[in-house]
């Protein structure tokens, strides 16, 4: 059942944008140039040298931990925790370090470090998203309730976590009531949004409206 909502996560985005990730290695290489050193061989030699002159910034750990995610995840999760020490308040590194966690198969690490990165000042998210995920994996529904309240109280105009939330109640808790609502506030911010038009079509099928159902469907074709 969970699946659905797997599908909208599935293709991770860069949670920087790429231009801002851009900026921050342009800097260090600038200053890789003005101190006439050695050119880097790879990323890791530059982030490591990162860490070595800038002890105090959580993103040369952060993206060193990312070169080794698939390779040597225990090896991330080190590099994710130092970023995390650094930066204890940023949300960036504790959702990485729930995803590694999950992916090991350490569950109660993985909901410890999601949750703990919704209650820091600079929350993501993607924090919400993740951990309401796993919340519904495991069975946990009280939990991904108040995951879903407190996500879209911090993140109202938030696409993504408005259409999780809406295929949690749909799927996994069969309420297509509480699911339409949510359909509908994500078609207000994306109201092309073809999965959203299906799954509100759904639920007003469900709900004995096929009407309303098949306005969707009819706006969804182009009619």
Aim: charged share 20%.
């Amino acid at each position: 059942a969970v699946g659905l909502i797997k599908y909208f996560t599935r293709a991770e985005r860069h949670l920087l944008p790429a231009a801002g990730v851009l900026s921050i290695v342009s800097v260090i290489l600038l200053m890789v140039q003005q101190q006439q050193l050695p050119v880097w061989k790879n990323d890791a030699s530059l982030f490591g040298h990162e860490m070595k002159v800038n002890p105090r910034s959580m993103l040369a750990p952060y993206y060193y931990g990312k070169l080794f995610e698939e390779s040597d995840p225990e090896k991330a999760l080190g590099y994710y925790e130092k970023a995390h020490a650094i930066d204890p308040q940023a949300g960036l590194p504790l959702l990485q370090i729930g995803m590694v966690q999950q992916k090991l198969g350490r569950h109660t690490e993985a909901l410890n470090a999601f949750n703990l990165g919704t209650k820091v000042s600079s929350p993501l998210a993607e924090n919400w998203n993740r951990l309401l995920m796993l919340q519904a994996e495991l069975g946990l529904h009280d939990e991904a309730e108040a995951t879903i309240q407190q996500g879209l109280e911090r993140f109202p105009n938030e696409l993504r976590s408005t259409i999780n939330a809406a295929n949690y109640y749909l799927v996994n808790r069969q309420r297509p009531a509480k699911a339409v609502t949510l359909y509908l506030k994500a078609l207000e911010l994306d109201p092309g949004n073809s999965h959203c038009l299906k799954g509100a079509a759904l639920c007003y099928q469900r709900l004995g409206e096929p009407e309303k159902a098949q306005a969707l469907l009819d706006r969804l074709n182009g009619r």
